[in-house]
């Protein structure tokens, strides 16, 4: 099965484009999501899709971090095509969670995505990108003060602002698409797979996730 790689345009556009960092747990990448995507794309940004491996938020959502960052790739290759060479220019995914948790030897807030990201810019140019530093995108829900919402989560909000990186705030696509009334309507037995794009819908299937029945007993082997 083909799935995105690493956007070989990436050096152009991170330089000419401002860059913006799109993260999420994607449990499962739903088209609210893929709405989302769509959108920071039409205002000009070169985007950086990066799945979560996880945080104490979420812990219905906590299938596998293999699991979701797999649909994650289906699903944008359904939506737009595969990234890079062969789909939209302006678009990549990157498992920056996976390098740094190894390095930072902690949970990964977004200010050390963005320390990353931005490290790379300046490795990869003669000076600095003509858009400015990299940003974060949030939607609407996520308050900027420093902490998810009904967690004790630090975020690394605070540092984002003092350090210049900055917020993207994006409209409210995921009003009525959510991924915690996906998982409710999987385990309920009601509709839900018109909610998520087709090849999320049969993989969610295949491997039998928030609680579906698999279809097959072999499950699908996963690569690290």
Known sequence: MTVPVANPRAPFYMRERQTVIYGGTFGPFHNGHAAAVHWLLCQGYYVIVVPSIGHEGKPESMVSYLDRRHMLYLGIAYVFGIVGMHGHPRLDIMTLEERLLVQVGAPVMA?????????????????????????FAVGPDIDPSGKRPGTTMWTGYPEIIAEGYGFVEM???????????????????????????SPV?????????????????????LAA
Do not use: C, N
């Open 111 to 135: 200010i050390d995505m963005l320390r990353d990201v931005h490290a790379d810019m300046q490795a990869m140019f003669d000076g600095p990108p003509v858009r400015g530093l990299p940003k």
């Open 171 to 197: 409209p409210p696509f995921q009003a009525e698409i959510h991924g915690t009334d996906i998982r409710r309507r999987i385990l309920a037995g009601e509709l839900w797979e018109q909610l998520v794009p």
């Open 201 to 221: 819908a049969k993989y969610i299937k295949f491997r039998g996730l928030y609680g579906h029945s698999a279809s097959v007993r072999q499950w699908l082997p």
